[in-house]
């Protein structure tokens, strides 16, 4: 099986997570995927292969050096976002892209003026889906370059390389996949996340996180007769997000800006519920608007009542420059394989979070390699067959790099 046909057979399986399950994984389709994968890592003819009761699948390359090196890992998740449907997904193939708008189906179009991030890869073949779901490239190309990796290094035993641990996880989609992650039984010095965008992505840092969950709670009067009694909780819950500043949201932010996002609203007149995500590069920012938050929930309370406004604030993962910042071999291998590789590398922080970046917090250092795919989370979501092959290439060399530290 090559890595493409391997890539499209994984986006056959339905593995989208959900937020509001209480199970891990968190969807019944994520633990039929890892059931598949486990199985197929043993007739690949990997040894220690084990899939453990949250679906967290382990396996190991053994290593055909003598010498001693490093042991490495790389990881991918194999859940798809809950944002855009992963159900019955048909992906195809268009060869030899010519550079004009993609037809997904008949009224679906993938346009050059809306994603001009197509143009990058003219004469590449690109896969894409029928416009109705996403494709899923986030993350079955990094699972599937992973992989192939694994696959061709056990193929040249001539190639040499030190053990090499892989990983596949569920639910990071939604913020957990690294919980329950097992970095003892992993045993690697350090590794990579295979997570990220376009050709070239190297990812060392990340925003900071938190959550705001914030109930508000009114007090219903007949209509007619409420003045000076009623407290409408929804209204007062739209009340508290005016207080956020209206150009510090993701849609008027890039780089490394921070933002404060309204995820739901919800609510009647005796209750509200709101969620907020806070996001920051910056430790001293990201402080700043957590408290900016506290402040607008206090300053509602002095209006309406105390104890109208309840929050539950935390954080959800930290920037893992810090880290990496301590382990500069980790990103300078990194860096080299994709140079060795004819890739020009791209160092971005990320606009998010990955695995790797709480991982990196329990004595894994784990940076973010590109896997390939591009407009994540929607129907026209696509990756280049030519990139996949590349990251898987770039995986091979890291292996073979690694190898060589005395």
């Not at 993350?139 to 192939?148: F, L, P, S, Y």
Request: hydrophobic share 35%.
């Amino acid at each position: 099986m090559n890595l493409t046909e391997r890539f499209l057979r994984y986006t056959t399986f339905n593995t989208q997570s959900s937020e509001d399950s209480n199970t891990m994984p968190s969807t019944e389709g994520q633990l039929k995927f890892a059931d598949y994968l486990k199985n197929e890592l043993l007739e690949e003819g990997f040894p220690d292969v084990v899939m453990d009761a949250k679906g967290y699948i382990y396996a190991t390359l053994p290593s055909n050096t003598v010498d001693d090196v490093p042991t490495i890992g790389f990881i991918a998740h194999y859940d798809t976002s809950p944002d855009c449907s992963g159900k019955d997904v048909k992906a195809h193939i268009v060869e030899n892209y010519d550079g004009s708008d993609i037809v997904l189906s008949d009224d679906i179009v993938t346009d050059i003026a809306t994603y001009p991030e197509l143009l990058a890869h003219k004469g590449e073949d690109l896969i894409v889906t029928d416009g109705h779901t996403l494709l899923g490239a986030d993350d079955k190309a990094g699972i599937a370059e992973i992989v192939q990796a694994m696959v061709w290094l056990k193929e040249h035993p001539d190639v040499k390389h030190g053990t090499v641990r892989i990983a596949f996880n569920p639910d990071e989609e939604i913020g957990i996949g690294a919980h329950h992650f097992d970095v003892d039984k992993f045993a690697c010095q350090w590794a990579y996340t295979i997570d990220g965008g376009d050709l070239g992505e190297f990812e060392y840092e990340n925003f900071n996180a938190a959550s705001a969950k914030i109930l508000i709670s009114g007090k219903s009067v007949h209509p007619g007769y409420a003045k000076g009694k009623m407290k409408n909780a929804t209204l007062i819950a739209t009340e508290l997000v005016s207080l956020l500043p209206r150009a510090e949201t993701p849609e008027f932010t890039e780089g490394y800006e921070g933002f404060y996002h309204l995820v739901s609203l919800s609510g009647n007149v005796e209750k509200a519920s709101l969620s907020l995500i806070i996001r920051d590069h910056d430790n001293d920012r990201f402080s700043f608007r957590k408290a900016f938050v506290q402040r607008c929930v206090e300053m509602i309370n002095a209006r309406y009542g105390e104890g109208t406004a309840q929050m539950n604030l935390s954080d959800t993962y930290y920037n893992m420059r810090m880290i990496m910042e301590d382990n500069r071999h980790v990103t300078d291998i990194a860096l080299r394989a994709m140079e060795e590789c004819g890739v020009s590398p791209k160092v971005q922080p990320i606009r998010g979070g990955t695995d790797g970046a709480q991982l990196s917090f329990r004595s894994l250092p784990c940076p973010n390699i590109f896997a390939g795919g591009v407009n994540f989370h929607g129907p026209h979501e696509f990756v280049s067959v030519q990139t996949m092959q590349k990251a898987m290439e770039v995986i091979v060399k890291i292996c073979t790099l690694t190898a060589s530290i005395k």
